[in-house]
């Protein structure tokens, strides 16, 4: 897992920046219903999705990051709705909002069952919680990427698994409300930027326990090594709290 207080100052630029988070937002508001009045964006990260929301919309936004260099970026962007949390225990009241979103979360964490859990706690009845899943998945699709790392991939189905997602959420009286895709703009790596993101720990939770070492170097020795590969389409799922 990276350190996330690490990364902060420099996780926009080398996750899309702007192009990326414009996209997102444009389809996590599609799945959004005209009758929300509040939405909640766990797991925020730095606010640039965040702030998106709040902009393009009549939506009063809440944030919450468990990490303090995120979380204080997000409040630059945001205000004071911004506040630290655990996404297993949110600061907020049974049946209190009307959206509620995890973009690019699930996938990092075993405890995903329990944050949508929490999600479908504190939504009103008729509200939406709206989720990326099968997020490694849309990275290096069909790329010579993606053959190289299958063989290290982890064995255990990711914690953001559509099917898994959407049984978890059915547990918690959350029924399927629409899906919506958008482009990870700047998010298709070149095989030795994918190299290095192996050296640092970004896969670690695709490739478990394997040593980076070897397939880091084997990523650095394909063809076109500074080549971006396609950028990857992320998928949205949305669920209405019954």
């Not at 005209?34 to 606010?47: F, K």
Request: aromatic share 6%; proline share 7%.
């Amino acid at each position: 897992m990276l350190d996330y207080d690490a990364e902060a100052t420099a996780y926009d630029t080398t996750r899309g920046g702007v192009p990326r988070a414009d996209a997102a937002a444009e389809a996590v508001l599609s799945l959004v219903p005209g009758y929300a009045r509040t939405l909640l964006d766990v797991g925020c990260g730095t606010g640039l999705v965040t702030e998106r929301y709040a902009r393009r919309s009549s939506l009063t936004v809440f944030a919450v990051d468990p990490a303090p260099g995120m979380a204080r970026m997000a409040a630059r962007r945001v205000g004071a709705t911004v506040v630290l949390g655990d996404s297993r225990q949110l600061p907020y009241g049974t049946r209190t909002l009307d959206a509620v979103v995890t973009v690019w979360l699930l996938h990092l964490v075993p405890f995903s069952a329990a944050v949508i859990a929490e999600a479908a706690r504190v939504l009103r009845p008729g509200g939406v919680f709206v989720t990326t899943v099968d997020k490694d998945a849309a990275h290096h699709a069909g790329s010579d990427i993606e053959a190289l790392l299958a063989p290290y991939r982890a064995s255990r189905e990711p914690y953001d698994a559509a099917a898994t997602v959407s049984e978890t959420a059915t547990r918690h009286g959350l029924t399927p409300a629409g899906e919506a895709h958008f482009t990870g703009h700047g998010q298709g790596r070149s095989p030795r930027r994918a190299a290095a993101d192996v050296e640092r720990g970004y896969y670690a939770s695709l490739l478990g326990s394997h040593d980076p070492a070897e397939p880091a170097r084997r990523l650095a020795a394909l063809p076109e090594p500074d080549e971006p590969r396609p950028d990857p389409v992320y998928r949205l799922l949305a669920f209405r709290k019954r």
